[in-house]
């Protein structure tokens, strides 16, 4: 069973850092986009970053230069960095992809479990 496991998230004070950490794991031949996004209560989930497989990336104009987004395909990771980080950052976020290919077809729309980040003012 194809997964994606994520870790790195935590308390954290204002302006410091957090670097998040997804792996997809199972069988599989590729994945193609993968992002991070977050949700806190009452509200819809929100797109923080993505990366293609090619290494084009794409922020939510909320954490544009502060926060980074990376991947290693070898390992089937992928990354962000968090830094200056503010009080309204804090939520859940979630690992995603839109297409995994593994052995009987196309897996579509594939999210971690979530982790927490919570920046204290």
């Known amino acids: 069973q194809v997964q994606l496991v994520e870790s790195g998230g935590g308390l954290v004070q204002a302006g410091g850092s957090l670097r998040l950490s997804c792996a997809a794991s199972g069988s599989f031949f590729s994945i193609n986009v993968m992002g991070w996004y977050r949700q806190v209560p009452e509200k819809q989930r929100e797109l923080v970053a993505s990366i293609s497989s090619g290494g084009s990336t794409n922020y939510g104009d909320s954490v544009k230069g502060r926060f980074i987004i990376s991947r290693d395909n070898a390992k089937n990771t992928v990354y962000l960095q968090m830094n200056g980080l503010k009080p309204e950052d804090t939520a859940v976020y979630y690992c995603?992809?839109?297409?995994?290919?593994?052995?009987?077809?196309?897996?579509?729309?594939?999210w971690g479990q979530g982790t927490q980040v919570t920046v204290s003012s």
């Open positions: 995603h992809t839109d297409q995994i290919t593994v052995h009987w077809g196309i897996k579509r729309n594939l």
